[in-house]
C-alpha cells in the first residue's frame, strides 16, 4: 500500500506541477494580452493584424524600393491610417497551387488565415461544409457600409455560392459586370488588300481567307493566317484569344461550357443546336489553313504570341488585351492594330460572350472577429474605383501615379522618379485584382462622347492610349452582348463524379471534328453520350439548384433591401 501511495503521490506532484504550468501560461497570455483594439475616428488603438491568403497573378509581387510582400507601401498605409496590419500568411502563385494550399490548410495541417478569397465552386462548397468558415449573415448587415451595400444591390446572384440553408458564408469579391470582347485586327491588312472590318460571318470568312492567301505582310511567302485562338482547355476562355463568337453566331446565347436559362430551365450550351454548324465552319476553316495548325495544345499566351509576330491577322479579347500584342507595331514596320465589335450572327442578331460578376468571392475564417475591421478596410479599396478620398487617383503617388509640375499623370516613364511600369499597388491588398465600378467600360465611353476627364477615374481612362480607349468604348457599347452563366453554384452531386469526365469528352470531340479527325456527324454521337452518361441527373440537379436559389431572398437575409 504504502509503495501504491507513494505512486499517486508523485503522479499528483506530476499533475500539479503540469497545472501550474499551464495554470502560469495561461494567466500570463491572459495578463499580458494585447488590449483589445477600439476604433476611434477611424483607426484601431493599437493596430490590429488581419491575416490573408492571396493567389498572385503575374501582375503582382513586383516591388519597388526593397518592399516585399507584407512590406509595402500599401501595407504601411493600412497600419498608419486605419490602425490595421494586413498579413499574407498563405500565398500561392497559380490557381491549382493556391487551392491545393487552401485545402491543406483546410486539413489542418497549417491555420486558415483570417480572410480566404476563393475563386473554385468546389472549395466553397468543402470550405462551407467543414464548418471551418464563418457565416457572416448579420456582420454584412451591421457592418458593409452604405456606399458598398449598393453595389451588392445590383449584383445579388453573386450570393449563390456561398448561401447555404437561408445563411450566408461568403460574398462577391468586388462585384462588377466586367467588360466584354473586341477583335483586334491587323489594320495595315486590311487596308494593304483593300478590305473592311468584317461585320458578318460571310465577311469574316473572306477576311481571313485573304488574310492566309493574299499575302497581307508582302514578303511573297505564305506565311501569314486569319483567326488565331486558344483551343487548348476550352473553346469559351471568356477573356481572351477567344472563339466563342464563332458558336454564338449558330448558337445565340447558348455559349459551350456555359448555362442559359432557356424560357424558365437551364440547358448547357454546349449540346445546343447550333454548335455542329458551328464546329463544321471551324474545321473547313482549319482544313483551309485560316486558323492555327496548333490551336489544340495552345494555351491563351501562346495565341496571343502568334499574332504579335505578326503571324495572325485577327485576335479576340478583352480591351486591354491591345496593352500584351502591341509589340507587333513596334516589331514590325507599318503595322497597325485597331479593335472592332465583334460580328453578327447568322441570323443577323448579336453575338454573346461570357460576362463575369466577380472573381471570387470572399470567405473568413471561423474564429475571425473582425469584420468591423475588414469592411473598414475593403471600403477604402473602393475609394480608388469611385475617385473619393485618400485614393482619388490612384493608392500611391510614384508607384501607380504621380503630380508632376502640378499636373497628375499615369505614365510612369514621367515619374518624378520615372519607372518602366506602374506598379499595381492595389494588387498589395486583398485579392488578385482591384475593385472597380467602371462595369464594361462607361468611364471611355462617357470620354468618348465629350465628358471632361475631371475626376481619378476618368483621368485615368483617358490617359490610356487612343486604340485602348476605342476597343473599351466598343465593350460599353455592346455591353448587351454579355450574358452572364446562369449557373454560379457548387458543383451538384452528380456533376462531381461524372463532370470532369463529360467536359474532357466535350473538348476531345471538338477538337478532333475541328481537325477533321472525326465526321461532324460526331457531334451528334456525343450529344447522345452526353445525356446517356449523366448529362440529363446534371441538368435536373442543375435546375433543382435554380429553383432553390431563385426562392431565396438573400437581399433580405442581409438587410439589403
Known sequence: MRKRSNVWKMLSTIMLSALVVAGCSSGESN??????????????????????????????????????????????????????????????????????????????????????????????????????????????????????????????????????????????????????????????????????????????????????????????KQDTYGFTFSGKDSYNTGWVSDPVMIFSAYTGKHLPRQWVNDNGKLTYGSVAPGNKEALGKLRDWYAKGYLNKELATQGAWDALSDFTEGKAGIIIGRPWLYGSVKDVEKNIEGAKVVPYPTIQGVNGDRTYQTAQLNDGVFMFNKDFQNMEAFFLYYDKMYDAAFGTGEFKYGYAQGYDYDIVNEEVTFDPQQFNTPLEAVQGVGKMAFTKNTPSVDGPGQSYYDLANGVEADTGVLLQSDSRDQTTKDGYRISYENRDSLVPNDFNGPPTPTMQNIWEQLTTMEQEIFTKIIYGNEPLEAFDTFVKQWHEKGGDEVTEEVNDWYNQASKTDVMALMNLK
Open 31 to 220: 495578463n499580458v494580452a494585447t488590449p483589445e483594439s477600439v476604433l476611434k475616428d477611424g483607426k484601431y488603438d493599437p493596430p490590429l493584424t488581419m491575416t490573408i491568403a492571396k493567389q498572385q497573378d503575374e501582375n503582382s509581387g513586383k516591388y519597388i524600393n526593397g518592399e516585399s510582400l507584407n512590406d509595402n507601401v500599401l501595407t504601411r498605409w493600412g497600419e498608419e491610417k486605419l490602425g490595421i496590419k494586413i498579413e499574407t500568411t498563405l500565398l500561392g502563385g497559380d490557381a491549382s497551387q493556391y487551392n491545393t494550399k487552401l485545402r491543406l490548410a483546410l486539413t489542418g495541417s497549417e491555420k486558415l488565415p483570417d480572410v480566404l478569397p476563393v475563386y473554385d465552386t468546389m472549395l466553397i462548397n468543402d470550405l462551407i461544409e467543414s464548418g471551418q468558415v464563418k457565416e457572416i449573415t448579420e456582420d454584412i448587415a451591421t457592418y458593409m457600409p452604405d456606399r458598398i451595400k449598393e453595389i451588392y444591390k445590383q449584383y445579388p446572384s453573386t450570393f449563390n455560392p456561398v448561401v447555404r440553408d437561408g445563411k450566408v458564408y461568403g460574398m462577391a469579391i468586388a462585384p462588377n459586370l466586367t467588360e466584354g470582347e473586341v477583335m483586334l485586327i491587323r489594320q495595315d491588312w486590311l487596308d494593304k488588300l483593300q478590305l473592311k472590318a468584317p461585320t458578318t460571318l460571310e465577311e469574316f470568312e473572306q477576311v481571313i481567307a485573304a488574310f492566309t492567301n493574299d499575302d497581307p505582310d508582302g514578303n511573297g
